[in-house]
């Protein structure tokens, strides 16, 4: 189907769904059924609206192309020409824009996971500066990042942090973190003054509600056990941290942030539907990672998906060959140019398969 019938059959749609809603038709309508319409027909709304504006301005072209051939008025419509002829190429954009696929995802709220790789002390050090900076990234959106899991290692690092950033639209711009992220640095255990490479992987997965998954009780296998803290002291002396395993998959969710037993099951339950979630996606969409152990890698020092060189300054991700020279910055959540740059060459990806 080619571009111009595609736009015809999104007005037909948009026609076809506003007499459904208007009058006797739509108070025929069932409420699932009305509520549903209505929604596709919003939706359509700002496309239409594009589509209806390049018509016009296609037509004002043909117009303005015919008054060439007349002596007195060629000077008015060689400059209303060149405006219009301006003027299309970006509509026409906007649309092709507007009918790329969306992923479903893209609206919600996302849990993010960190965990330092390769190069012990240090890995958990950078995993702990790195979760730190997504909260400050999240507080620039004012997103709401809510405290999952923090497992603090003895010299201050992160053996693993789990966390929830709630608002809309969250995951469309976090969802390009997912990797591993490379740091090299001069340790501050380090004597001889000599730079060091270190890993940490990156997670984050779209929020999934409950009746995106069905998950059984009877493919749970579920653990409590007493809560510890790092070098082994007991948080507490009651059995309230979790471990789910879901028999199925083998996923393994473990929660002992909250003194509640019940809290830290809910808590577990809500990242295992989130990669319980995240497997049917990439069951549905080959392009995307199939499950998520390839997401965030191995963690080995080879695969990385961004490089923070502290000596140098810089911070360059490998996807898009972007290298910013403000690492302070970057640290402190000013994420949003590399952000910004990796959501333009998706959708010059997705415009060429288009084309």
């Known amino acids: 189907m080619n571009f111009e019938d595609r736009l015809d059959r999104i007005v037909g749609r948009a026609d076809e769904l506003q007499a459904m809603l208007s009058g006797a038709a ?34 004002e072209l043909r117009e303005t192309e015919a008054l060439l051939a007349d002596p007195d008025m060629r000077e008015l419509a060689q400059a209303e020409l060149a405006q219009l002829q301006a003027e299309i190429p970006g509509l026409r954009h906007e649309i092709r824009l507007a009918l790329l696929p969306r992923d479903e995802a893209d609206a919600r709220s996302a849990i ?10 240090e890995a958990g050090l ?6 730190a900076a997504y909260r400050k990234f999240a507080e620039l959106h004012g997103w709401t990042f809510e405290l999952m899991d923090y497992d603090e290692s003895e010299l201050g690092g992160l053996r693993g942090a ?14 390009y973190e997912s990797g591993v992220h490379r740091v090299q640095r001069v340790p501050a255990t380090e004597s001889q003054g000599r730079i060091h490479t270190s890993t940490v992987t990156v997670a984050v997965l779209p929020e999934a509600e409950e009746v995106d998954v069905t998950v059984n009780e009877s493919d749970l296998r579920i ?37 509640s037993q019940h809290k830290n099951r809910a808590k577990a339950m809500k990242i295992l539907r989130a990669r319980l979630y995240e497997g049917q996606r990439a069951q549905a969409h080959s392009e995307r ?21 502290f000596p140098q300054g810089r911070v360059s991700d490998h996807r898009i060959n ?29 415009l060429a398969q288009d084309e």
Not at 235 to 243: H, L, M, P
Not at 328 to 339: A, I, L, N
């Open 26 to 59: 739509g108070a025929n309508l069932a409420g699932d059924a009305f509520a549903k319409a209505s929604r596709e027909f919003a939706e359509l709304g700002p496309l239409v609206a594009r589509v209806g504006a390049l018509r016009e301005a296609e037509r």
């Open 162 to 175: 789990i966390a929830t950033i709630n608002g809309r639209g969250v995951f469309a711009r976090l969802k």
């Open 112 to 121: 993010l996971e960190i965990r330092p790789a390769a190069g012990g002390d």
């Open 322 to 350: 972007l290298t910013l020279y403000k690492i302070d910055r970057v640290m402190q959540g000013e994420f949003d140019e590399f952000v910004d740059a990796l959501a333009a060459e998706e959708q010059a990806a997705l």
């Open 289 to 309: 990672a199939a499950d998520r152990k390839s997401q965030v890698g191995t963690g080995d020092r080879s695969e990385r998906i961004r490089t923070y060189n």
């Open 126 to 131: 950078f995993a702990a500066e790195l979760f």
């Open 223 to 259: 653990d409590v056990y007493r809560a510890s803290g790092a070098g082994g002291q007991h948080v507490n002396k009651t059995e309230s941290a979790v471990r789910i395993t879901h028999l199925p998959t083998g996923i393994v969710v473990a929660m002992q942030e909250e003194r």
